[in-house]
């Protein structure tokens, strides 16, 4: 089993639109948790962290269930600047992080 | 600020040549990572290197990958022989452990196709 898993979409969703991605993790011990986001044909990038009071930036909001093992992000009011693929990832030991294959998303006009 | 930088970024060569993929990381980190992109697999970690000493290489494939990290500025991750199931795309990253080691800065990755 993956350490961590996620829905690969594709997500298809209009401007304006909320939209909402899930992931689980499997190491019950993991220790941080984050989403990165990685545009077609470039390199993954820090989107935010994840913290267990649940946290936001801007139109993105970020929470983890510790008990379900369960992260999610919500994106509002989407632009067509959102469409990349969002990568969920959790480090359970000091400098390692576990990719999750990521969730493709498309914002149309 | 220069970021993490790869090269080449584009590879092409023939099933049993050595191929060798180079990565700078962004100056003062202390922690580098050599990963893989496939549509199959996603990312996946090969070998990971603190103050240039390999922690865990557990992801490397097989005796055909070697990474080494001869300096704090400079790594090297070798294919040899190379083989068709080779090609993917290969990501160097780098953190400091000192401000959030868990954020770590991708370069732009090395595309390599084997024939």
């Known amino acids: 089993r993956k350490e961590v898993e996620q829905d690969p979409g594709p997500f298809n969703v209009p401007e304006g639109a909320t939209v909402a991605f899930n992931c689980t993790y499997s190491?019950?011990?993991?220790?941080?948790f984050f989403w990165y986001r990685q545009d077609c044909r470039k390199e993954p990038k820090l989107l935010m962290s994840v913290y267990s009071s649940g946290n936001e930036d801007g139109r993105f909001t970020a929470q983890l269930n510790r008990a379900s093992q369960y992260i999610s992000l919500l994106i509002r009011d989407s632009k067509l600047s959102d469409s990349a693929t969002y990568l969920c990832?959790?480090?359970?030991?000091?400098?390692?992080?576990?990719f999750g294959r990521g969730t493709q998303l498309t914002v149309w006009p | 600020d220069a970021g993490v930088i790869q090269s080449p970024r584009h590879e092409v060569t023939e099933m049993g040549q050595e191929v060798t993929l180079r990565c700078k990381p962004i100056?003062?980190?202390?922690?580098l990572f050599w990963y893989r992109q496939t549509m199959m697999r996603g990312l996946e970690l090969l070998i990971y290197f603190n103050n240039n000493v390999p922690i865990d290489d557990s992801g490397m494939p097989e005796d055909r990958f070697s990474a080494k990290m001869p300096n704090a500025s400079f790594s090297t991750l070798k294919i040899q022989p190379s083989e068709p199931r080779d090609s993917a795309v290969y990501f160097c990253?780098?953190?400091?452990?000192?401000?959030?080691?868990?954020?770590?800065?991708f370069g732009p990755g090395t595309r390599l196709t084997v024939l």
């Open positions: 190491n019950s011990a993991s220790q941080s």
């Open positions: 990253a780098s953190s400091w452990a000192r401000t959030n080691l868990n954020e770590q800065f």
């Open positions: 990832v959790v480090s359970s030991t000091l400098g390692r992080l576990y």
């Open positions: 100056s003062g980190h202390d922690y």
